[in-house]
């Protein structure tokens, strides 16, 4: 069986130029889109990231500021930065790049992002809105599954779709939004007992675990579509996903790659998403004038 590559290159592509467009038109209406990115660590794989969406930012013609307050930065400081960018109105998304220091407490923080402005569904009020059908960002990363499912004309409704990972930055927002789509989803996790009783009666699989050639082709029935949405470092530099490729190619009907699948998907969004926060804050603007008046 040949297995499709579900490349996310040309879907992120499609979504930087709708960023682009969509800053463009708001740049003639007098208001430029300016993400803020919150950087507290020294490791050399985040700041790659950083300025990989610093130079995105660019391309699309919107603004990027990086906070970079480092690696010493206490608690403290970091939420007064975070509430001083939720109040600052030229700015529209706001990022907490992990990691963070030890000692802070991650989940405090993010509650302190103004939800208008979570363009990673980070809040835990988005993660709420989101359950309820209510508007709010999903985080960038289960969103972009969502994206190339479409982009690859998956069908989602009355399908059987295991999520292998409950993290709240993918595994419990995506299997919401797939819900919403009317698949039945099944979560996987480390309780669950053996991977195959759950993945190999499933129409898709996406695999968001972090841990490296976790599902084998064993464990997927042949056609299945698999999301890999792992990203491991192996030592020699090297970038892979928690799908065994090798096994699974033959069998899969389709696998999204790593490098080059999910992340380069999700990067777009956040412009995207930032897109959407300023043209919703110029609308409320507007709406804001318009009373005063009358």
């Known amino acids: 069986m040949n297995t499709e590559v579900l490349s996310g290159k040309p879907l992120a592509a ?7 467009d969509g800053t463009a038109r708001l740049d003639e209406e007098g208001l430029r889109p300016v993400l803020a990115v919150v950087v507290a660590t020294d490791d ?3 700041h790659w990231y950083v300025r ?5 930012a660019g ?5 990027c500021r ?3 307050l480092g690696p010493d930065a206490t608690e403290e400081v970091l939420a007064g930065v975070l509430a001083d960018l939720s109040a600052e109105p030229t700015v529209h998304g706001i990022i907490l790049q992990t990691p963070l220091p030890a000692a802070v407490r ?4 993010v509650g302190l ?5 979570d363009i990673d569904g980070a ?6 809105r989101l359950a309820v059908g209510q508007p709010a960002f999903a985080p960038a990363t289960a969103r972009a599954v969502v994206e190339l499912l479409d982009h690859f004309q998956v069908p989602v409704a009355g399908r059987n779709v295991a999520v292998v990972g409950r993290s709240a930055v993918v595994g419990k927002p995506l299997s919401l939004l797939l819900l919403e789509r009317d698949a039945t989803v099944t979560i996987c996790h480390s309780k669950s007992g053996p991977l195959e009783r759950h993945t190999r009666s499933a129409d898709i699989v996406v695999v968001a675990a972090g841990r490296t050639g976790l599902l084998k082709g064993s464990h997927v029935s042949p056609e299945a579509v698999v999301i890999d949405v792992g990203t491991n470092v192996l030592p020699d530099g090297s970038l892979v996903g928690d799908v065994d490729e090798a096994s699974v190619t033959g069998v899969a009907g389709g696998l999204s790659p790593v490098p080059g699948g999910v992340g380069s998907v999700t990067t777009a969004l956040l412009l995207l998403h930032t897109v959407e926060a300023a043209r919703q804050s110029s609308r409320i603007e507007l709406l804001t004038a318009y009373i005063s008046r009358t």
């Open 66 to 68: 990086v906070l970079d």
């Open 113 to 117: 992002i103004a939800p208008e402005k």
């Open 106 to 109: 991650a989940d405090r923080l």
């Open 14 to 20: 499609l979504i930087q130029q709708r960023a682009h």
């Open 52 to 56: 990989s969406i610093e130079r995105a």
């Open 44 to 46: 050399e794989a985040t």
């Open 123 to 128: 809040n835990p009020l988005s993660l709420g």
């Open 59 to 63: 391309r699309a013609g919107m603004g």
